[in-house]
């Protein structure tokens, strides 16, 4: 994959000019500077090492929870380096200072290759292969300093394996584990019926973002004897066994592609869907950094987070409840002898279910960096594929597979969807998020159907412009430290829209794969008064952004709603200003048309209005 570089074209801006009237200031000028397109590859570099660490994973068999646990060591690497050459966003572990011109693309082939080898060094070949092929692909696109982006990438590898060798992970000398005697307690599984169960220790492990592992802990399941047992006892004793006659082919296909054993199952699953989408938005690297550091702390933790509450719990599977329900106390829950769950069940307690808290606390990372749940795509396993129109979809299809393969209660689903989701708006909230006055990312609300191409030409801004400065000044706000505004367009990655950096705007070439809305009558906003379409729908508003950015420029804050907010919706022009102006309100006298809602929001005492095409 390539990606236009940005960061070698940034340059510092001119210092405004202050104490200028405004009344004598003549119209503003911009300065307008298309990037030349400079391929580089990086943008695929945080893939390509989650692949092959994947990989290595199946390879060795290692669990999930395991598997998770790699992964955010390796992806919090990647990003604490690159995000230390050009930070936009908080440090995660490892706060460093890069020497300057530091290649931010050999920073993250090097953390990941370093975090990687020392995770497993009997693939050592492996890794440096990898290394040695990337390194390779800079020095042929000829990308400058590489040998302080790898000196930084080894750095922050380092402390990431320091800060995680003692955390908990690795297992006691010794295990111990007390099987229960009483109904509902844990039994050892077929067909193995190992007395140890899986990880019982793994509830101690070190959270990555979480304050303890206990944080989210569930409540308990429901008694024996409840009506909520009984239902979900019923429910997957039919649909759950091997040879049901209940359980539709769709919801077989379900289970089976879930529980793939090759694919490393929820993990792996859950990284290739992060890697679809982000190859389908043409994330950037740093994008990518981001978003694979918060999908991967995010299900590292919420493996811990599920395991503190099986362990609390201790509840035992279908597989040894059904066979023994006349011990249960419960007269609605008619044992079945040999009773066998469609695939085998994993050797740990049942309450709550890792499938689903991982699935839902990956769903809520990916929702919350794309800035909207609804986003479409396939996950591929073996030859089936299956298609979502939202993250939580695929989350709440994962749990559910459970259920239909025999292993999992509706409640161990529900539990472990609910953690899920605590656990993923937990770290989203606290964690990666952006450094504040540093870039002030404007972003649009959902992703694009279909990718609209083009690219922004230089000489449809400057208008556009000079009327979003117009409009502040309508409405009372002296724009006169504005002098000199410099607007570039560049491939900005992800749903990113615009941004304010370096005292300069920002605009994305196609507007996120929308396509920009270029207002030839930018004094009027009748196209999005009247019925029908003049050419906004499915656009997003080059003169909204504009507007929205100048506001940074001015020094205002994103707010809760009008023109300041940090999404915007494709086929919407917000505006600013009074409710009612003449034409002596224009600087150029010329009058404006402004389509105002019944609903007013305040930024800072500005009224803010928005105009959307009915």
Not at 140 to 153: Q, S, V
Request: net charge negative; glycine share 8%.
């Amino acid at each position: 994959m390539k990606f236009r570089s940005i960061l070698s074209a940034l340059r510092p801006a001119r210092p405004p000019h202050r104490g200028r009237s405004a009344a004598r200031r003549a119209a503003v000028r911009p300065r307008l500077e298309p990037l030349d397109d400079r391929c580089l590859p990086s943008a695929a570099f945080i893939p390509e090492w989650n692949d092959l660490v994947l990989d290595v994973q199946r390879l060795r068999g290692q669990g999930n929870a395991q598997a998770a646990r790699a992964l955010a060591m390796m992806n919090a690497a990647i990003y604490d380096s690159v995000n230390a050459i050009n930070p936009t966003h908080e440090v995660y572990r490892v706060p460093a200072t890069p020497a300057v011109g530091a290649s931010d693309d050999a920073a993250a082939a090097q953390a990941a290759h370093d975090v990687a080898r020392g995770l497993y060094p009997n693939d050592v070949a492996r890794f440096d292969g990898l290394l040695n092929n990337e390194l390779d692909e800079l020095v042929r696109e000829g990308e400058t300093g590489i040998a302080d982006g790898i000196a930084l990438g080894q750095y922050v590898a380092g402390k990431i394996l320091a800060w995680r060798s003692n955390d908990g992970s690795a297992p006691p000398p010794v295990v111990t584990y007390t099987i229960g005697s009483n109904p509902g307690d844990w039994q050892p599984t077929p067909p193995l019926l190992n007395r140890i169960p899986a990880t019982p220790w793994w509830p101690g492990v070190a959270p990555f973002a979480l304050e303890s592992g206990d944080q989210f802990r569930a409540g308990p399941p429901p008694a024996l004897t409840s009506a909520d047992y009984t239902a979900a006892f019923n429910q997957v004793k039919s649909l759950g066994e091997l040879h049901s006659t209940t359980r539709t082919p769709e919801q077989t296909e379900i289970a089976l592609f879930w529980a793939d054993p090759a694919s490393n199952s929820g993990v792996a699953i859950w990284s290739q869907i992060t890697e679809t989408v982000s190859k389908a938005h043409n994330l950037t690297l740093a994008d990518n950094a981001r978003l694979y550091a918060q999908v991967s702390v995010a299900n590292a933790d919420a493996f811990i987070a599920s395991f503190d509450t099986k362990y609390a719990y201790n509840f035992w599977r279908p597989v040894t409840a059904i066979p023994a329900a006349d011990t249960d106390g419960n007269p609605d829950t008619v044992p079945v002898p040999g009773w066998t769950p469609l695939i085998n069940t994993p050797n740990h307690p049942s309450y709550a279910s890792n499938h689903g808290s991982q699935s839902r606390a990956a769903a809520d990372a990916l929702a919350a960096f794309f800035g909207t749940d609804q986003v479409d795509f396939t996950a591929k396993v073996g030859t089936v594929e299956r298609s979502f129109h939202k993250f939580t979809d695929a989350a709440k299809e994962a749990g559910q597979s459970r259920i239909y393969a025999g292993i999992h209660w509706s409640f161990d689903k529900a539990a472990g969807e609910n953690l899920g989701r605590k656990v993923g708006q937990y770290v989203v909230d606290h964690f990666f998020r952006p450094l504040p006055g540093t870039g002030e990312f404007l972003t649009a609300a959902g992703a694009a159907p279909r990718t609209v191409n083009g690219t922004l030409r230089a000489n449809r801004v400057q208008p556009l412009l000079n009327e979003a400065l117009a409009r502040w000044q309508s409405a009372g706000v002296d724009t006169s430290a504005l002098q000199g505004i410099d607007v570039r367009v560049a491939d900005l990655g992800g749903l990113t829209l615009g941004k304010v950096a370096d005292g300069a705007i920002w605009l994305d070439d196609n507007a996120a794969g929308w396509g920009w809305f270029v207002d030839r009558t930018a004094r009027s906003d009748s196209e999005f008064t009247r019925r029908g379409n003049q050419g906004e729908k499915n656009r997003m508003d080059l003169l909204t952004v504009l507007t929205h950015e100048v506001g940074h420029l001015l020094g205002y804050d994103h707010e809760a709603g009008g023109v300041m907010q940090d999404r915007l919706e494709a086929g919407i022009r917000w505006t600013i200003g009074p409710t009612t102006m003449t034409a002596s309100d224009r600087l150029d006298g010329a009058p404006t048309l402004f389509a105002w809602s019944a609903n007013s929001l305040s930024i800072d005492g500005l009224d803010s209005n928005y105009a959307k095409r009915k």
